[in-house]
């Protein structure tokens, strides 16, 4: 099976088939896809100008999807590197047991869902190295009350979400699901009662 590597070089090969370089596009999000794969899709269509379904784009485009991808990937790794030696240090520091963000990454080792967003037409449109920062950023300091990626305060807590956790609180701005650990036990509290009003 080929790495994501790989599968960027043959997004870039103008000698290859424009259908493969697509195909290998589509499969780089099998190895990092921060919204999930189909909104992830979605997000980079829209922001390199092609569209989800065309069988054809500019392969110029699609290098430009790809160049966004690796970006964000590079931002993910770098964070995902730092964790490891912090977790490390905490570790030779008797410190064994995980938080709430250990808990929130191993959910999303290797970057899948970082940023999960369950409805894929409903995404952030900064790119996606931005939104990892902003993410990044609110994971490192004290807990807020609303969305660290659009700074919104419209949370409603969703159940049968397609991803692990299956249920939390979402962005009803950006469509993201927050991670639990960068929010307040009032703002998760403030999620689920603007839950309980929808549903009534």
Known sequence: MAGFRSLARQVRDPLS????????LRKCLERFAPYGHRATWDHLCSRAGFGPEDRSPDPARLVAALEELEEARAVWLAYEVAFAERRRKEKHDGLRRPGTVDDWHRLTWGGFGVAWC????VHPTESLAEVLRRLIAALEREPGACCPVCADSGLVWKHDLAHE?????????????VPRPVLTPAALADARRARDLVSV
Request: include cysteine; proline fraction near 12%.
């Open 118 to 121: 369950d409805d894929p037409s």
């Open 17 to 24: 088939d424009l259908a493969l370089r697509r195909y290998s």
């Open 165 to 177: 956790p299956s249920s939390g609180p979402v962005c009803t701005h950006c469509g993201i699901v």
